[in-house]
């Protein structure tokens, strides 16, 4: 499995949408340099007030670029970093990789934690977007649709047309959860 990153956000500040760079640098167990979610330990608000020592399985976001084209057809404009994630790719589907998987991404690689719970600040930011990317299948099991989160197994730059190369890890795969 493949793709390509067709854009790099980040921020150093508390905000809900994250400016597009030119590039940024990817810090072995801390995440994004310079942006506010990096850390050893968790770093999104409403994880540091339930328990600010837990681990921060959310270093980096990646959202699959088809995201967008998806809720535009829905009527609803969303373009890289509005949705707050670091990573912008095409071509891969994040949401079916497996817990575990290793993406390459540039002269990084990131270890796939888990599944990005969006929140209501979607709908701050788009008035209904929220209901676009949270939905349930036929079987009335919610499905997430706003990205992966990872951790930084080892650090680089990643730049927009970097390749993402996917290793799955080995033996049972274990589906996405939320983190």
């Given at each position: 499995?493949s793709?390509?990153?067709?854009a790099?956000?980040?921020n150093?500040e508390?905000?809900?949408?994250k ?7 990817l ?21 540091v ?12 976001h990646l959202?699959?670029?088809e995201l967008?084209?998806?809720v535009g ?9 509005d ?6 790719t095409r071509?891969i589907?994040?949401l ?19 599944l990005r719970?969006?929140c209501?600040q979607?709908?701050n930011f788009?008035?209904?977007?929220l209901?676009?990317?949270?939905g349930?299948?036929?079987a009335?099991?919610?499905?997430r ?13 990643v730049r927009?047309?970097?390749?993402v ?6 033996g049972?795969h274990?589906?996405?959860?939320r983190v």
């Open positions: 499995m793709g390509t990153v067709t790099v956000s980040s150093g508390y905000s809900f949408t400016p597009n760079r030119g590039s940024i640098t810090l072995a167990g801390l995440g994004v340099e310079g942006d506010v979610h990096a850390g050893v330990t968790v770093k999104h608000r409403s994880r007030a339930q328990d600010p020592t837990q681990p921060n399985l959310r270093q980096v959202v699959q670029e967008f084209d998806e057809a829905a009527g609803f404009t969303v373009t890289p970093g949705l707050g994630e670091n990573i912008t071509g589907d994040l079916g990789l497996p817990a575990g998987t290793l993406l390459r991404i540039g002269e990084a690689v990131l270890e796939v934690t888990g719970n969006p209501l979607i709908d788009r008035q209904g977007l209901k676009q990317v949270v349930r299948d036929e009335g099991n919610i499905v649709k706003a990205g992966v989160m990872s951790i930084v197994r080892e650090g680089g730059v927009p047309g970097d390749a190369e996917a290793e799955l890890p080995s049972p274990r589906p996405l959860e």
